[in-house]
């Protein structure tokens, strides 16, 4: 507290050096020292900026600023007209979808610009010390909101749905990868079958789709009764006969 010298037939001015600190936000219905305060994007979109301030004065301006301020009131007349006026200037800069991504860097940059119109005003004789600003909310238009959250999930689900496709051609390129291996694998194993045996690959690979049917049929249950032909040139031939 300091007490500023008078004449012996003057009051004396109490003032109060301790931080200050002024509350500006709305919510369900309440508000705190003043409203929110009602700014405008740089797109044009109408938010709401809650913010909370707080600064002491400068002990050795003290004489100079009641000389601007007689009644004490630099709070209401200059202190809070600024903030405002910082506030919608810093909005303007930034876009509404911006607000969202860039709050932190938003929340400094009002820090940075409150000071500075503090210390410029003139009235004032740099006699404000900020302590700090503290950005609570910016409160987006319900419908804004409402839909960047539809276009979100749009584009969660067009992720998803591009994710499951990306799978399938993924899952159906190493399967089909896999069937070219195995029958390159298959055919390699017959034309050595067939070198070692001193017989032609056909005969090989007939005997090969031969035994692969009755495989498939036992694996069915059914039954089936086959007898083998020692060809010509054209080879064996494995033949089924009807139970």
């Known amino acids: 507290m300091v007490l500023l010298p008078k004449a012996p037939w003057a009051y004396v001015k109490k003032v109060y050096v301790a931080v200050d600190t002024v509350h500006m936000w709305t919510e369900l219905g309440r508000t705190g020292d003043f409203p929110a305060i009602g ?8 938010v709401d900026f809650d913010v909370t301030v707080r600064w002491r004065i400068n002990p050795s301006t003290v004489v100079e600023l009641f000389k601007k301020y007689p009644e004490l009131d630099w709070k209401i007349r200059t202190i809070i007209p600024i903030i405002r006026e910082t506030v919608r200037d810093v909005s303007s800069k930034y876009t509404a979808m911006e607000t969202i ?15 500075k119109a503090l210390r410029a005003d003139p ?4 006699g404000i010390i900020l302590e700090g600003v503290e950005l609570r909310e910016i409160s987006l238009p319900a419908k804004f909101t409402s839909a ?12 998803a749905a591009d994710f499951q496709a990306a799978k399938v051609l993924i ?3 190493a399967d089909a990868n896999a069937t070219i291996i195995r029958a390159q694998g298959t055919a390699d194993a017959i034309n050595s079958i067939a070198q070692r045996c001193n017989v032609s690959s056909r005969e090989i ?7 692969e049917a009755l495989k498939k049929i036992a694996e069915t249950g059914g039954k089936i009764n086959f007898i083998m032909i020692q060809g010509g040139e054209g080879g064996s031939w494995i033949l089924p006969i009807p139970p």
């Open 148 to 159: 960047i959250e539809e276009k979100m999930a749009a584009e969660q689900e067009k992720l």
């Open 39 to 46: 700014c405008l994007t740089k797109d044009g979109l109408a």
């Open 171 to 173: 899952l159906a390129s």
């Open 101 to 115: 991504t860039m709050r932190e860097e938003i929340a400094v940059a009002l820090t940075a610009s409150i000071e």
């Open 123 to 126: 009235t004032l004789h740099e």
């Open 205 to 211: 690979a007939q005997l090969y789709i031969t035994v």
